[in-house]
């Protein structure tokens, strides 16, 4: 039923951006002004308050709790946990807003800085730190973390209103197949989103490199050929496509980021990383909860705060399902620190060494690469390339990096989808995948003719919005669920200690009175 409800949806969704791409592109502005207005500050609390469970489960004394049996071990190794999860949580986004965002920033910059100003670059650097770092990868974690807890210690399905139907609350834990069909849609809306705008970087990198006609006739024909690869790699299952596309990109992603430290302004980018996350520490908690209430015309902070924590929030199931699928045998403290904190450091050094490199070129060398982004966002990177020496090899890189990435995030949400779907089993069928495969990719494609980047983002926003409060629930039941079993836990240990001290006594050990005699 659940199923059914939720692929009617998305496919009714799916043919309206089709046969009435700008009636869907007006609803969606429309709805998209409305929740920024009214519920931007919901976004600001939910996810700060994300980032403070994250550190309290990981330096508490929860942190010790394994995410399945005691002596478990790890189904992955470390590398290929964190590739896995990078390549879903992020790729395609790190890639895409690497140069476009800090130079999109220094031009427009926050309210109350001047553009095209030291200040304003700054500011960039600051902000895109702020948008990539702890914040996300705290949404992530959290949804993961309490979805590998009632699977991995309570033994519950692969489904995330396991959680939610944890709960005493009758009428909450009734939610249970609604949160389904809602993580249902904010995965496929939220991967069709990235989907999209890695077709728009794909489609710019084969124009920079091969000269292809940059257009919707092109993108659509890359999100097909994609499509069939992820497809591909997705029934091979977890252990083998998705891994080993992963880890290489990984690398791909380091040599490439390597290049331009080497290559690029060096010390600007080495400067840029130390200034920033200097400012991003200081300024964390203003930046966490900063709106304009007074700025009646002021749209920044919806267009960039607001859109990228909708943008985490509906990313979550299908990412944190995922990462807790890839996770388990790990501790609670080693969970976290491997999903925020690790992935928040390769963020900010990946924006350094590209933000860094782009703001120089702009700043110190006078490269138009602003103008580039006012055109096509998508084209910021390769502009870049173009001064950097050997630019057109790593033009071709970054244009596999993305297509590489695009199968990765395309292969996991097909995976997560079909689990969903089929009541959280960790390894659906192969003709579950690929129906959710064609699906994301119809999404995708009807979203991309509704208008472009705008009425991606827009559609991100919209159906993220419900799921935020499933976050909420998600976080209560996680916190009932560890405090119960660290109690059971310290039970357990008292009972073990007792009993050793009780063998001890009797096997001729030292007791109360003393040594016994031989």
């Not at 080693?334 to 990946?350: D, H, K, M, Q, Y």
């Amino acid at each position: 039923m659940e199923l059914i409800v939720s692929a009617g949806l998305i496919v009714a969704i799916v043919a309206w951006g089709v046969f009435a791409p700008a009636h869907l592109e007006v609803v969606f502005n429309a709805a998209l002004a409305a929740i920024t207005r009214n519920f931007g500050w919901l976004y600001l609390w939910v996810v700060l308050g994300l980032v403070v469970v994250a550190l309290l489960l990981a330096f508490s004394r929860y942190g010790e709790l394994k995410l399945g049996a005691e002596d478990e071990d790890p189904e992955f190794s470390a590398g290929a946990w964190f590739a896995m999860l990078f390549a879903a949580g992020m790729g395609i986004g790190l890639v895409f807003w690497g140069v476009a965002e800090p130079i999109s920033h220094y031009g427009r910059p926050p309210p109350g800085i001047a553009p095209n100003t030291p200040e304003a670059a700054n500011a960039a650097m600051r902000y895109s730190f702020f948008h990539w770092g702890l914040h996300p990868w705290a949404v992530y974690s959290v949804v993961a973390l309490s979805i590998a807890f009632f699977q991995f210690r309570r033994g519950g399905s692969a489904l995330v209103s396991t959680a939610v139907e944890s709960l005493p609350w009758r009428a909450v834990n009734r939610l249970g197949p609604v949160v389904n069909v809602l993580a249902v849609i904010a995965t496929a809306f939220g991967v069709a989103a990235s989907l999209g705008m890695g077709a728009l970087q794909i489609n710019s990198g084969l124009q920079a490199v091969f000269g292809l006609p940059v257009g919707p006739a092109s993108q659509v024909g890359i999100i097909i050929v994609a499509t069939v690869l992820f497809l591909g790699s997705a029934v091979t299952g977890v252990t083998r496509g998705i891994k080993w596309l992963s880890s290489f990109n990984l690398v791909l992603a380091g040599l490439l980021a390597a290049a331009i430290l080497l290559l690029g302004p060096t010390v600007a980018i080495i400067d840029t990383f130390t200034t920033t996350l200097g400012s991003y520490l200081s300024e964390f908690v203003r930046m966490s909860l900063r709106m304009t209430p007074f700025r009646v015309d002021e749209t920044w902070v919806g267009g960039w705060t607001v859109f990228y924590w909708a943008w985490w929030v509906s990313w979550s199931p299908f990412v944190g399902l995922f990462i807790a699928r890839v996770s388990r045998g790990r501790t609670i403290r080693e969970f976290i620190l491997g999903t925020v904190a690790v992935p928040t450091f390769a963020a900010f050094v990946w924006f350094s060494v590209f933000g860094g490199t782009a703001l120089t070129l702009e700043i110190a060398r006078d490269i138009p690469l602003a103008e580039a982004v006012k055109a096509d966002v998508s084209t910021a990177l390769f502009a870049m390339f173009e001064v950097l020496p050997g630019g057109a090899l790593m033009s071709g890189v970054a244009t596999l990096l993305v297509l590489v990435f695009f199968v990765t995030s395309g292969d996991s949400a097909t995976l997560v989808l079909g689990m969903m779907s089929t009541r959280g089993n960790e390894n659906p069928p192969a003709r579950v995948k690929i129906v959710w495969g064609l699906l994301v990719a119809g999404i995708a494609i009807s979203l991309l003719l509704a208008g472009g980047i705008q009425a991606v983002q827009t559609a991100t926003i919209v159906f993220a919005l419900p799921f935020a409060l499933v976050i909420v629930l998600l976080v209560v039941a996680l916190w009932r669920g560890v405090e119960a079993d660290w109690d059971e836990h310290e039970r357990r240990e008292r009972a073990i200690r007792r009993r050793l001290r009780q063998l001890s006594e009797t096997e001729g050990g030292p007791g109360r009175d003393g040594p016994r005699a031989p």
